[in-house]
């Protein structure tokens, strides 16, 4: 029988329009996004749906993204299929907690619009992340070690594809070795800060200072951390995991590994573009890949998952 995971993209795929079709078609997307608003202070679907400038900047990008992933969950939920382990990458792994039953998505809301904040405070200027392509990881980690200033990999995506962060300096001079040690490209990122390094520590304390006030539920549906690319089997390690999870690696390829040695063979992505679904055809081909991020690809998916 097949094994199902969803899987939750972080930011980068966010564009103005998405959820918008859900939201006007299915109840429960409309009140999931009116339920964002109320825990952001935000109007969540002005932000999601009309031209605006904020979309692209990390504090509202988070609960923007997050709003519509959790709204497109609520749908397929409501077509009657569960996944049997879920996780998410960076911001999606708060998409993998409502789906997991770990926080109500109220708190979830409310935790993710405090996440964009802090991390958005945290280094307004001064950082920068760089993609590395076509190097083995072993070497990246390496460099980054030897290069001086603060520089670590923020995301391990799939094979060939690694994301290095940190100061803007430190970035540049690992990203020449980089080159000249063999790697096919290295391309600046356009972000608003060096997300997932040592520079957002501040950022993650805070977050856990939140954290401290937010009921954590017993695990309904297993879900993989990105610190640890492992399943949460403890409930009180949520919060930990959580706050070290801003300043820590991004274990992505890592996480799609242990589900595939768990036996998981259908992966959906939930949210807007088909980033991880990119990753996956990297990672491994063999396994069958759902996207979800437009209305009409509800029902496709639905056919697709119970055949």
């Given at each position: 029988?097949?094994?199902?995971?969803?899987?939750?993209?972080?930011?980068?795929?966010?564009?103005?329009?998405?959820?918008?079709?859900?939201?006007?078609?299915?109840?429960?997307?409309?009140?999931?996004?009116?339920?964002?608003?109320?825990?952001?202070?935000?109007?969540?679907?002005?932000?999601?749906?009309?031209?605006?400038?904020?979309?692209?900047?990390?504090?509202?990008?988070?609960?923007?993204?997050?709003?519509?992933?959790?709204?497109i969950l609520k749908a397929l939920e409501e077509k009657g299929i569960k996944p049997d382990v879920t996780g998410g990458l960076s911001l999606g792994e708060y998409g993998?907690?409502?789906?997991?039953?770990?926080?109500?998505?109220?708190?979830?809301?409310?935790?993710?619009?405090?996440?964009?904040?802090?991390?958005?405070?945290?280094?307004?200027?001064?950082?920068?992340?760089?993609?590395?392509?076509?190097?083995?990881?072993?070497?990246?980690?390496?460099?980054?070690?030897?290069?001086?200033?603060?520089?670590?990999?923020?995301?391990?995506?799939?094979?060939?594809?690694?994301?290095?962060?940190?100061?803007?300096?430190?970035?540049?001079?690992?990203?020449?070795?980089?080159?000249?040690?063999?790697a096919k490209r290295c391309v600046p990122l356009k972000v608003s800060g060096p997300f997932h390094s040592k520079m957002l520590t501040g950022a993650g304390e805070k977050?856990?200072?939140?954290?401290?006030?937010?009921?954590?539920?017993?695990?309904?549906?297993?879900?993989?951390?990105?610190?640890?690319?492992?399943?949460?089997?403890?409930?009180?390690?949520?919060?930990?995991?959580?706050?070290?999870?801003?300043?820590?690696?991004?274990?992505?390829?890592?996480?799609?590994?242990?589900?595939?040695?768990?036996?998981?063979?259908?992966?959906?992505?939930?949210?807007?573009?088909?980033?991880?679904?990119?990753?996956?055809?990297?990672?491994?081909?063999?396994?069958?890949?759902?996207?979800?991020?437009?209305?009409?690809?509800?029902?496709?998916?639905?056919?697709?998952?119970?055949?």
């Amino acid at each position: 029988m097949s094994k199902i995971a969803f899987m939750f993209p972080g930011q980068g795929s966010q564009y103005v329009g998405m959820g918008k079709d859900f939201y006007e078609a299915v109840p429960v997307c409309k009140e999931t996004f009116d339920l964002a608003s109320k825990a952001s202070g935000l109007d969540v679907p002005a932000l999601c749906f009309e031209e605006n400038d904020k979309i692209n900047i990390t504090e509202y990008t988070q609960i923007a993204m997050l709003a519509t992933e959790v709204a497109i969950l609520k749908a397929l939920e409501e077509k009657g299929i569960k996944p049997d382990v879920t996780g998410g990458l960076s911001l999606g792994e708060y998409g993998a907690l409502a789906a997991s039953g770990v926080m109500s998505t109220e708190d979830v809301f409310r935790v993710v619009r405090k996440r964009g904040i802090f991390m958005q405070e945290a280094v307004p200027t001064g950082g920068a992340m760089t993609a590395v392509l076509g190097l083995d990881a072993a070497v990246i980690e390496q460099i980054c070690e030897e290069t001086e200033g603060i520089v670590s990999i923020a995301n391990y995506n799939c094979p060939g594809q690694i994301v290095i962060t940190g100061e803007e300096a430190a970035v540049a001079a690992a990203a020449e070795k980089l080159s000249a040690a063999g790697a096919k490209r290295c391309v600046p990122l356009k972000v608003s800060g060096p997300f997932h390094s040592k520079m957002l520590t501040g950022a993650g304390e805070k977050l856990g200072e939140v954290l401290e006030d937010v009921e954590i539920h017993d695990i309904q549906i297993p879900y993989i951390a990105n610190v640890t690319a492992d399943y949460v089997t403890d409930k009180t390690e949520v919060k930990e995991l959580l706050t070290k999870q801003v300043s820590s690696s991004v274990r992505w390829q890592q996480s799609v590994e242990r589900m595939l040695a768990d036996g998981v063979d259908t992966f959906v992505e939930i949210g807007p573009g088909k980033t991880l679904s990119g990753f996956m055809r990297k990672i491994n081909r063999d396994v069958k890949v759902v996207n979800i991020d437009k209305l009409e690809d509800l029902d496709k998916a639905v056919e697709a998952l119970q055949a």
